[in-house]
């Protein structure tokens, strides 16, 4: 690992998410999520029938949160609002749960008492049931839904924060939400609802960045931003067509989102590909949406800085084409993708250890975008247990040290790094069996206490220091 040093500007946070660690599902006037409703009436769904209603508990143990963050010395935490918390049903109009509010201004007031700055995700996977049944992500009402919802949020905690996420990787609520089944909702309609989910998110993000721009920005001084999630695909091998699939790749995964928020549109590798699939399956128009001339504008460059969540390393390959038969977001991309079996595994099966694809996309994100500002908003590590956690460690330290060599040498203008997550939690379809945390905790413990694992010892270190190796 590099023994150089963090600039002094850079910072760096952990984080969270509301439904993986509050519990209290219930409690206080808080309406059901698409969490609670998926865990509730099919159990099976989730590895070993885990819920998330009482998880950690952080509804009622925020302050312990609390303390462990300055016990790390992080610089900002990075925690989402639970919609159904603030707003049971989620639609708009509808009234707004008091003491929901509070508890996040009490926890918001609790982070300012301790100089932690709050990076806050307003809609983090969990949306309201009841808007769920009014048809979720891809009803072309949504976007007022989120607007009132935002408003809500801007209002009551805008004097307390200055950095805002929209959404949390729309990539994984689209395309395994409505795509593949594997996260709630659980439809699976790809190549259909996933881009009429990723739609209609990219036009509520736009619109929530120019509400706050128009009617709270002037006030609030703060910066918006939405987070999205990309592995590196790499090439498998030197030749055109794998450079291009591995081009492709990105375009699909996080040009889908990035392009039009950046550029106004999707990638035109998109555009085409899916227009000229949708005419030789028979539709009449194009299975992608289409952004109106208007939209394209207004949606463009509604970005204050570009969030990303990483974790690893895939090979792509060209492919032959795809049956024509074949109606599916994946068949449309048509990239073959696949891991070397040499690389360390973690508790994740999607997960191997890669440090240097971290630097490879931090420098495509700066060539694609123009060198913007970037903050790592996840990365880290799985595994299946114990306080004396060397991989995670060493996860770290080889991460960061990439980090760094794309800071220090390629000129990318990354200025924060988020390590996922501040304790063991939820994981969604896996429950409690796959552990991300820097803090381990005792699901069978009522109190649910909370113990540091060595990696919180060696982040608080770093923190400290500035350096990944003992002297910098
Ligand atoms: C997110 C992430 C987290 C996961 C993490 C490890 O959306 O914030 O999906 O919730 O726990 O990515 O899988």
Redesign the pocket.
């Known amino acids: 690992a590099s023994n150089r040093s963090f600039p002094a500007s850079f910072k760096f946070g952990i984080?969270t998410?509301a439904h993986?660690i509050e519990g209290a599902w219930n409690e206080d006037g808080k309406g059901e999520n698409i969490w609670d409703h998926i865990c509730h009436t099919n159990p099976n769904y989730i590895d070993n029938r885990d819920n998330a209603d009482i998880t950690c508990d952080s509804y009622h143990k925020y302050k312990k949160d609390v303390a462990m963050l300055k016990y790390l010395g992080v610089n900002y935490y990075r925690f989402?609002l639970s919609w159904s918390r603030i707003i049971p049903f989620g639609i708009a109009d509808s009234p707004v749960n008091p003491a929901g509010i509070l508890y996040y201004q009490n926890l918001l007031q609790e982070l300012v008492d301790n100089n932690i700055e709050p990076l806050v995700t307003i809609s983090?996977?969990d949306h309201p049931e009841t808007l769920q049944e009014y048809g979720g992500f891809p009803n072309p009402e949504f976007e007022e839904h989120f607007a009132y919802y935002v408003r809500v949020v801007f209002q009551n905690f805008g004097h307390l924060v200055k950095y805002w996420i929209t959404f949390?990787?729309p990539l994984?609520s689209c395309q395994q939400g409505y795509g593949t089944g594997t996260l709630a909702p659980a439809y699976s309609h790809s190549g259909l609802t996933d881009y009429k989910c990723a739609h209609n998110i990219i036009k509520a993000h736009a619109k929530a960045y120019h509400i706050y721009d128009e009617e709270f920005r002037p006030q609030q001084q703060g910066s918006v931003g939405i987070?999205l999630?990309t592995s590196w695909y790499e090439p498998a091998t030197g030749s055109a067509a794998d450079v291009e699939a591995s081009e492709r790749a990105l375009q699909f995964l996080f040009g889908w989102y990035m392009h039009p928020i950046a550029y106004g549109n999707y990638p035109s590798v998109m555009i085409d590909r899916v227009d000229q699939r949708s005419k030789q399956q028979g539709f009449n128009t194009s299975r992608l949406p289409k952004f109106t001339e208007d939209e394209i504008e207004y949606i463009k460059g509604t970005y204050d800085f570009l969030a990303i969540?990483t974790?690893t390393t895939v090979y792509a390959q060209a492919k032959e084409e795809y049956d024509i038969d074949v109606i599916s977001w994946d068949s449309d991309m048509n990239v073959d993708m696949f891991i070397d079996d040499s690389w360390e595994e973690t508790g994740?099966s999607w997960?191997r250890v890669v440090p240097w694809g971290i630097r490879k996309l931090l420098n495509w994100l700066k060539k694609t975008y123009n060198n913007p500002e970037i903050f790592i908003t996840?990365n880290?590590v799985?595994d299946k247990g114990g306080l004396q956690d060397d991989q995670r460690i060493n996860f770290f330290r080889e991460y960061l040290s990439n980090v760094l060599d794309a800071v220090l040498d390629d000129g990318v203008n990354v200025t924060r790094y988020t390590a996922?997550?501040l304790m063991d939690?939820f994981?969604?379809v896996r429950g409690f069996s796959?552990k991300?945390g820097l803090y381990h905790v005792d699901f069978e413990d009522p109190e649910r206490s909370r113990t540091p694992k060595a990696s919180a010892e060696y982040y608080a270190q770093v923190i400290a220091t500035r350096c990944l190796v003992d002297v910098c």
Request: aromatic share 20%.
């Open positions: 984080a998410s993986q989402s983090c996977f949390n990787e994984e987070v999630d969540n974790y994740s997960l996840e880290g799985s996922w997550s939690n994981e969604w796959e991300f």
